[in-house]
């Protein structure tokens, strides 16, 4: 085989075959095959699309160009949730106790990663002990007799979409369907997950800016995750504004607590549900969506997704009695409020630009070797919508340095205050 030809095949619309895909993966992979004969091809793939079949072939040979964890020793039907990124998003937090309260093994590995905030795992060690270094007979035997764990990424996990998706960010392919879809659902894949629950966000906080691109990149993915075995389905949903009212590692793990005790956000709660739902259904343990909602309301309602909560922080060595006293977590030394300066109702809160006002203070990665401050953030006081009189706050900064003038300057220029204004759909649709 040569890929010259399978560069032209491809830039002619023509459908690479299983063989040929692997072949590819397999050779770019060893670094057999430059990076220019594979740019070459992502854009033909860009502009020419691949079938399903390709999809789900494409997926499967990035699955295997290193290492498929196997979670085979660990009983039930093991469910991964994945979101496509957005910003204050605490809902991996919430989600897996939750979850875990009805006996459905919650599994996860969790990587740090660049962006806003900390990933799941900083957000995690902002509780005083916890830690995430597990062998893996440990982490089994944990999620085998509490039905939660969670584990920090490690080892060689789907090498030939790091050099993918590093190769597209250079080449203008980024932003094609198949290869987003394939190369999200390699890791899941590639992660171990019986079955998948994607949160597809759309929106200025968003990768997919519109909802017609969220939808069609969630019926892509759920489409892969069906053809190769994987019960998959998607919610997809707003991210124009921040989820919930926390952005930070700290603040977020207190908002997680409040929403696990009923008293959270109520956007934040809604977004639970409807991706927890999917996950109880497909896990084998509600019989329909409405079933398994009403579940996870009583695991709320009776205290025992809290319970869980607690159970998990303990078993990884955190002090679970933050829980009940969260002034035990991290806090900032400087909390100061941004005042509105009209009257009005709340009409944009600009997701991305607000997650950035957040790193600046510190609560996020902007290289791989920066230090995370898990203490600071920003709390929304004021959501689209929401009714405001000059001189009430908007934000409230949470910081460790008392000059926050750039901090504040983002906010202004990414909050805007009209006469009127509606909050926007949290939902815009499901795939099931
Ligand atoms: N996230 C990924 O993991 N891969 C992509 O291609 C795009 C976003
Ligand atoms: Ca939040």
């Known amino acids: 085989m040569r890929m010259v030809d399978l560069i032209e095949k491809k830039r002619d619309g023509h459908e690479l075959t299983t063989e040929e895909i692997n072949f590819i993966i397999e050779g770019y992979t060893r670094g057999e095959i430059p990076d220019y004969q594979v740019s070459a091809l992502a854009m033909a793939i860009y502009f020419k699309d691949m079938s399903e079949r390709e999809r789900a072939d494409l997926t ?41 309260a009805l006996d459905i093994p919650v599994a996860k590995m969790s990587g740090r990663g660049l962006g806003h905030t900390g990933g799941t795992t900083d957000k995690l060690e902002a509780i005083p002990g916890f830690h995430v270094e597990l062998a893996k007979e440990e982490f089994v035997k944990l999620v085998n007799e509490h039905k939660i764990a969670v584990v920090g990424q490690s080892g060689n996990l789907t090498p030939a979409d790091k050099k993918l998706y590093a190769l597209r960010d250079v080449t203008a392919t980024v932003d094609s369907i198949p290869l987003i879809a394939s190369s999200i659902m390699s890791k899941k894949i590639a992660s171990g997950s019986d079955a998948i629950v994607l949160d597809v966000k759309t929106g200025a906080g968003a990768f997919m800016k519109t909802v017609e691109d969220a939808k069609e990149l969630a019926h892509a993915m759920v489409s892969i995750g069906n053809n190769v075995g994987r019960r998959t389905m998607a919610v997809i949903s707003d991210m124009s504004q921040p989820l919930g009212k926390a952005i930070g590692n700290a603040l977020e793990v207190r908002e997680a607590i409040d929403t696990l005790r009923g008293t959270g956000p109520k956007d934040l709660e809604e977004l639970c549900l409807a991706l927890g739902r999917q996950m109880v259904f497909l896990a084998g343990k509600a019989a329909s969506l409405e079933e398994a909602e009403e579940k996870l309301r009583e695991v709320i309602r009776s205290g025992k997704a809290l319970e869980k909560f607690k159970e998990f922080i303990a078993n990884q060595g955190g002090d679970a009695s933050i829980v009940d006293d969260p002034e035990k977590l991290p806090t900032a030394a400087y909390r100061i409020e941004v005042p509105a300066k009209k009257d009005g109702v709340v009409a944009s809160i600009v997701a991305d630009e607000i997650g950035t006002a957040a790193m600046l203070l510190g609560a996020g990665r902007a290289t791989k070797e920066s230090e995370i401050d898990l203490a600071v953030g920003l709390m929304l006081n004021k959501k689209i919508g929401d009714k405001v009189a000059a001189g009430e706050s908007l934000v409230t900064i949470h910081a460790n340095r008392e000059n926050v003038e750039e901090v504040i300057e983002k906010i202004y220029a990414n909050i805007t205050i009209a006469e009127q204004a509606t909050a926007p759909a949290l939902i815009h649709g499901f795939v099931t």
């Open 60 to 100: 499967m040979a990035m699955a295997h160009s290193g290492d498929m964890i196997d979670l085979s020793a660990i009983e039930g039907v093991k469910v991964d949730k994945h979101s496509t990124g957005g910003v204050g998003d605490t809902t991996t937090l919430i989600l897996a106790p939750l979850v875990a």
